[in-house]
């Protein structure tokens, strides 16, 4: 009996529909889930990147959160960036829990 453990991979993404001001990624793994990679820039801080639980459509579960982290730069974080951590998050390595300063 073998105890591989099956790696998690993107089997597609598509843009987060919002009627706010959220932007993101939909991601759907291997694992069935889907999952919304959100870029968001809070006032006096950097830009943040965060990775939650979603469906299908874009509902948000902002209290199952996979990652958070700080990112460095002016310009809006690459999404792909987001992904790949989500991807490093569902296959049991360590990624950031940064929290935002208010």
């Known amino acids: 009996m073998s105890t591989e453990k099956v790696?998690?991979?993107?089997i597609k993404t598509k843009?987060?529909?919002?009627?706010?001001?959220?932007e993101g990624t939909l991601v759907q793994c291997s694992n069935n889930l889907w999952y919304a990679i959100i870029t968001m820039r809070p006032s006096r801080n950097?830009?943040?990147m965060k990775a939650v639980s979603a469906t299908s459509t874009g509902r948000t579960d902002?209290?199952?959160e996979h990652f958070s982290?700080?990112?460095a730069g002016v310009n809006r974080p690459n999404p792909e960036d987001g992904v790949q951590t989500l991807l490093n998050a569902l296959n049991g390595i360590e990624v950031p829990k940064d929290k935002?300063?208010?």
């Open 62 to 64: 902002i209290s199952a």
């Open 15 to 22: 843009p987060l529909k919002s009627t706010t001001s959220v």
């Open 46 to 48: 950097p830009w943040f």
């Open 69 to 71: 982290m700080k990112c």
């Open 7 to 10: 790696e998690i991979t993107v």
């Open 100 to 102: 935002i300063a208010y």
